[in-house]
């Protein structure tokens, strides 16, 4: 199973980006999947997660991600608005068959994508 991240970036306070994961090896639409984050001298932090129609998000990207699906592409998105210099970290995506154990410690993971948000 290879969780491919993608769409990481220097970018500037304000701005947009999207985050593609890409799953192989397995088909995880009946999974959930979903995002984390770590930031320099920090721990990694969840950031959203989804399965079937249910979405969480952590409280301080509320509003401002989106996390979505294509099923069809065994992949997960998460849209980034309104970066903040806070948000820079390593993303990394992630899947597992419990939605509770994905926002916890999912058994899937992929490598993570840089993002870097200058102020």
């Known amino acids: 199973v290879q969780l491919q991240a993608s769409g990481g970036g220097l970018v500037q306070a304000g701005d947009s980006l999207r985050l593609s994961c890409a799953a192989s090896?397995?088909?995880?639409?009946?999974?959930?999947m979903g995002w984390f984050r770590q930031a320099p001298g920090k721990e990694r932090e969840f950031v959203a997660a989804?399965?079937?129609?249910?979405?969480y998000y952590a409280n301080f990207v509320k509003g401002r991600f989106t996390i979505s699906r294509d099923n069809a592409k065994n992949t997960v998105y998460l849209q980034m608005n309104s970066l903040k210099p806070e948000d820079t970290a390593v993303y990394y995506c992630?899947?597992?068959?419990?939605?509770?154990?994905?926002?916890?410690?999912?058994?899937?993971w992929g490598q993570g994508t840089e993002v870097t948000v200058s102020s």
């Open positions: 989804s399965k079937w129609s249910e979405t």
């Open positions: 992630a899947a597992d068959p419990s939605l509770s154990r994905l926002r916890g410690n999912p058994n899937y």
């Open positions: 090896g397995r088909t995880f639409t009946y999974d959930g």
